[in-house]
């Protein structure tokens, strides 16, 4: 079974930054897509940031330009670099990857991680 581990959020003042990272584990053939999405209390989620398997990045219109998204394919993992943190950045962060098993593709999803950036 493939598990996606997130780490790095928590509190940060507005202004500051953090750096999210999403190890896939378990056992798999290949990951193709990965992506960040994000949720607040009360909204959809939104898709914050994907980067597919040859690196080509795409970004939410909320965080051009603050956000970075990479992944280190040795290490099957995929991290979010956040800067100029705004208080609407402030949700709940789930890492996704589309992962090959066996003999099928199929989403996975991370629990989800807070961020909360306070004024």
């Known amino acids: 079974q493939v598990q996606l581990v997130e780490s790095g959020g928590g509190l940060v003042q507005t202004g500051g930054s953090l750096r999210l990272s999403c190890a896939a584990t378990?056992?798999?053939?290949?990951?193709?897509?990965m992506a960040w999405y994000r949720q607040a209390p009360g909204k959809a989620r939104e898709l914050v940031a994907v980067?597919?398997?040859?690196?080509?990045?795409n970004y939410g219109d909320s965080v051009k330009g603050r956000f970075t998204i990479s992944r280190d394919n040795d290490k099957e993992a995929t991290y979010l670099q956040m800067n100029s943190l705004k208080s609407e950045d402030t949700a709940v962060y789930y890492c996704?990857?589309?992962?090959?098993?066996?003999?099928?593709?199929?989403?996975?999803w991370g629990q989800g991680i807070q961020v909360t950036v306070s004024s």
């Open positions: 378990g056992s798999f053939y290949k990951i193709y897509d």
């Open positions: 980067i597919t398997e040859h690196a080509v990045t």
């Open positions: 996704y990857a589309r992962v090959w098993v066996l003999t099928s593709a199929g989403d996975y």
